[in-house]
Nanobody, 123 residues
Framework: QVQLVESGGGLVQAGGSLRLSCAAS????????RGWFRQAPGKEREFVAA????????YYADSVKGRFTISRDIAKGTVYLQMNSLKPEDTGVYYC????????????????WGQGTQVTVSS
């Protein structure tokens, strides 16, 4: 089994920054891409960003391009999401997941999920 643990969420004012971390343990999945999704109350879970483990290519939702940066630390098996210029519409629970097959942009393409970390951006 694989366990993903997210951390780094919190309450921040609009325009502020947060850095989320996603640590993996258990059966190694370090060869797989990893993604971040978020879910606001009453809304579907949506793609935020993804990074290929090999090569480090990155992918972003249009709504976060230029503000968020996803990265990975191969030695630690950890993925990060640096979030700058945060907006109230960025509020939600942020989930980390390991990619399995298919497009990075869809939840169905991911196999293992963390429990999520809450991000709240006040106006």
């Amino acid at each position: 089994q694989v366990q993903l643990v997210e951390s780094g969420g919190g309450l921040v004012q609009a325009g502020g920054s947060l850095r989320l971390s996603c640590a993996a343990s258990g059966r190694t999945v370090n060869g797989r891409a990893r993604g971040w999704f978020r879910q606001a109350p009453g809304k579907e879970r949506e793609f935020v960003a993804a990074v290929r483990w090999t090569g480090g290519s990155t992918y972003y939702a249009d709504s976060v391009k230029g503000r968020f940066t996803i990265s990975r630390d191969i030695a630690k098996g950890t993925v990060y999401l640096q979030m700058n210029s945060l907006k109230p519409e960025d509020t939600g629970v942020y989930y980390c997941a390991t990619h399995y097959s298919g497009s990075f942009y869809y939840t169905a393409a991911y196999e293992y999920w963390g429990q999520g970390t809450q991000v709240t951006v006040s106006s």
